[in-house]
C-alpha cells in the first residue's frame, strides 16, 4: 500500500496506532460504503470484527490506491 506523508503522521498519534494494516486492506476490498468526493478523493468505511464491529472509515487519493487518511468513525450509520 501507498501512503501519504500526512497519514503516516497521524498513524503516529496514539489513537490511530492501533489500525492495523489489513483492516486498511479489507474496507479498500470490501467497503461497506464508498463516496467520491468533489475533489476526487474516495472515502471508504467497512466494519471491523476484530475492533468491536466498529466502523474504519479510510480515505484515498483519486487516483484509489494511496491512503491519505484513516480513523474509526464514531458517527457512521450502516
Known amino acids: ?25 479489507e474496507v479498500i476490498r470490501n467497503p461497506s460504503r464508498r463516496i467520491t468526493q468533489d475533489d476526487g478523493r474516495i472515502r471508504l468505511w467497512g466494519k ?7 466502523y474504519l472509515r479510510v480515505v484515498l487519493l483519486e487516483d484509489g490506491e494511496t491512503v491519505h487518511n484513516a480513523f474509526f468513525d464514531r458517527k457512521f450509520k450502516e
Open 48 to 54: 471491523i470484527p476484530d475492533a468491536g464491529n466498529r
Open 1 to 25: 500500500m501507498k501512503f501519504t506523508k500526512y497519514f503516516q503522521f497521524r498513524r503516529s498519534l496514539p489513537d490511530r496506532g492501533a489500525i492495523q494494516d489489513e483492516w486498511i486492506r
